[in-house]
């Protein structure tokens, strides 16, 4: 929007507040879409080879929390660098096609659309878990997947299966849309609280800066991060080391101390 | 039972089956428990001090999965190479009277009885978390909590708050009786499917076997053990490794080859 | 030898003694066997593929460390309740044959012979890596190996280079003997402190004990080993929680409270 | 210097490159100095109390790794967001005063100076290990060290013991210096494949591009880091993802698909 002169206020990219991307894209959908798919299925994670598509935040905390529980996890990444970084991890890192025939569950994190498609469902496994734990309910192909079916019925709540010609079963989590959202509670509490205090300061950022902000994308102030992980932090009752004077200087300086 | 000699027909101690001990016990209890706290409380797990008592295969499962979502885990146990076992595995290991004020969440998962009682409560941080996961539901004192407390109410389902005198609130999820099988479905599908096949082959053995068997304790033979895991392992599609002649030869010898 | 009335003295198996067995074997000769690894090659473990042959308290000590050091595992077992153990640890489990072209990693721990093997060599990839971490130096078929190549030489101290005839490279740590004794300086010390108190606690028992004691298999007495973790938790500083009187009574009973 | 206005040439920032920042600083620092820690030490990781100071992307490898050996961590940090997101990695995170009397074992990674000092140094535990992974030989104030200290000696290679006044024994590692480079090899030699490659590349560009750029800090062009990424991944046959026409179109796009 920015680029094609959209936007016509100042606007602040909440999501890439530190505070945001870290806490809630990472460990907030992490818990929340393993513990949904958990209670959805009944199935046990461990031992489950399971497929992480896009290793941005989100994907990162879903790879993590699934190995935490006893999964295998295979990542599917574009970004070269991202891939080499998973696979340093310790996770599998192929290409979706590879990995459809191996996973017991796929779960999509990319913010992408159109990430487990027509060929990728002809290849899985008989009675492989899809679940969606990205931006939008347009990650798993579902209109492609109901052509493939000659079948379709709710085996469990939220969950799905669609039984294609060839026999397989397919289990689709509530139905492509938000995994954590609609078949669990959505983000623990203390990570909305994160989420909702960089919203409000964003907003009040902005009407105090009225005047001097010109239209489009306003960076978050460091100042407000760093407030809300501090304010955080005390109710832990979680104490920060202080930076000396001493190395005050020696930050400040490029000549050697 | 035995040493009393109040057996009076022959008896397998299911539970003591590997096939049931090391799977049932340990990531079945595991993956539910956490699963039930976190759908019960929708709090977040990540940077939560957990407190386990008893170390032996439930509770290495809790604290297992419960560091897999990022808890800090202290491990609580009476016995000492258990205790270094904890240690070794990354976990602190220390007293309940010294756990007592740093836990955020507390899961017993001793088999015994009284473990989390009144002394425990008077010390415990405002909004401490207590749930069982063990075999009874006689782990936390419950009577003794509702003592302490002048206010009782539910303040979300499944979770007891007890204001104590001091104004302290404590947390105890699904009333102190199995949090897995109240606040979640208990053990994973695949779990039971190990543990029902012990249930069924241990009958079907002592049913075989009746004529020769005496009243008592009645191992089960490795055989079933064995043959479960097998069929397990073969419906996933996992290969083993074959003992070859020469290896079989040499582990029967304590001749040097 | 006992089966066959080979011992003409009592013989306590250290090795068994649970101060042995689980520290030894699986922190001791995991941390020192990797740590050889990595000084010897000064390669990243981090996003190799290592197969480790044997599922014992060794083996789990090398997939653990492994894990924790970012590489993938694969686990290669005869027993198939260890098998489907690794699987829900979150290992990959198969065959050797299968494991062969995939590992870059070998660690042998079986306490058998002839575990790597012609037919595995002949498999893996350009470059592999062999260690053997078991008991003996019998794991890794270093003879075989000897006649597959055309070319032998010591590239790094420790790591012997075996150019195969289709031009494949293998690297053999250690010749094949115990990579973490001659790569390495053994266990960590903290971990002998433990393992000697075994062995000389076991011998004062039998001196003590000489006139009682049959030829043949002593088990060593619980004391001991709980005598042992005591101490060593005393200069650790880390408190045991302590049996209640009830709780004593409970555990005696099979009565419901 | 670019602030003050002291660079008279063109420079690029090559440690802020992804491919080096993300690989070398995390797990290649990580992996060598726990690896120079085992071996200078040959004590046991596991159980012990390890603080990292800085949690930027050495103090996560640091943290990572010595979690993966069984160590309990403790994270220092000044910064509020990372000091939340080592709590949410499951990390203990307090101040230095808090940790001094805590570790067994000390690493520094923070790029300062005067990290590990005086007032720390008194309040250490008998037999506590200092070793530093930062920049520079000054996050471990030595000269402090040696006057609080009645007796130095060498007990070990790379290990020097100063015994303080009180008694108490404290055990510096490289004299302070980097760790990882002084007691062992440094960097894997795959890590170092990724550093020189962006340091090569980065030459090379500056080279290519002399004449249009000005002095100052010239960012790493992003394409460098992704050819570098590809190329590895190529030599370890690794298969990235493959952006469709349609994703392609919808992330360019700010409209609802």
């Not at 079963?169 to 849309?177: P, S, V």
């Not at 609609?182 to 105090?208: K, N, R």
């Not at 955080?232 to 004077?245: D, F, H, P, Q, S």
Request: charge should be negative; hydrophobic fraction near 45%.
């Amino acid at each position: 929007m920015q680029r094609e002169g959209a936007l016509k206020i100042p606007v602040i990219a909440a999501n890439n507040a530190r505070c945001k991307q870290l806490f809630d894209n990472r460990y907030g959908t992490g818990q929340s879409t393993l513990t949904a798919v958990m209670s959805a299925t009944n199935l046990l994670i461990a031992g489950k080879t399971t497929v992480v598509a896009g290793y941005g935040w989100t994907g990162r905390g879903l790879a993590f929390y699934a190995r935490g529980f006893g999964a295998r996890v295979i990542v599917v990444e574009v970004d070269p660098v991202k891939a080499l970084e998973a696979l340093a991890d310790g996770f599998a890192v192929m290409s979706l096609a590879e990995a459809a025939p191996l996973g017991d569950l796929f779960l999509t994190a990319t913010g992408s659309i159109g990430v487990l498609r027509r060929e990728h469902f002809q290849r899985m496994k008989d009675g492989a878990l899809l679940a969606n734990a990205g931006n939008y309910a347009h990650e798993i192909d579902v209109p492609a997947l109901r052509q493939l079916a000659r079948e379709e019925r709710e085996v469990r709540r939220h969950v799905t299966e669609y039984v294609l010609r060839d026999g397989h079963r397919l289990h689709l989590l509530a139905q492509g849309a938000l995994v954590n959202i609609v078949a669990s509670d959505g983000h623990p509490v203390e990570i909305m609280d994160l989420s909702f205090s960089v919203q409000a300061l964003a907003v009040h950022y902005l009407a105090q800066h009225a005047d001097e902000l010109k239209p489009g994308v306003v960076p978050l102030p460091d100042e407000i991060d760093f407030a809300i992980a501090r304010t955080r932090l005390e109710l832990l009752g979680v104490r920060l080391e202080k930076t000396t004077a001493e190395q005050e200087a020696y930050q400040q300086s490029w000549r050697e101390p």
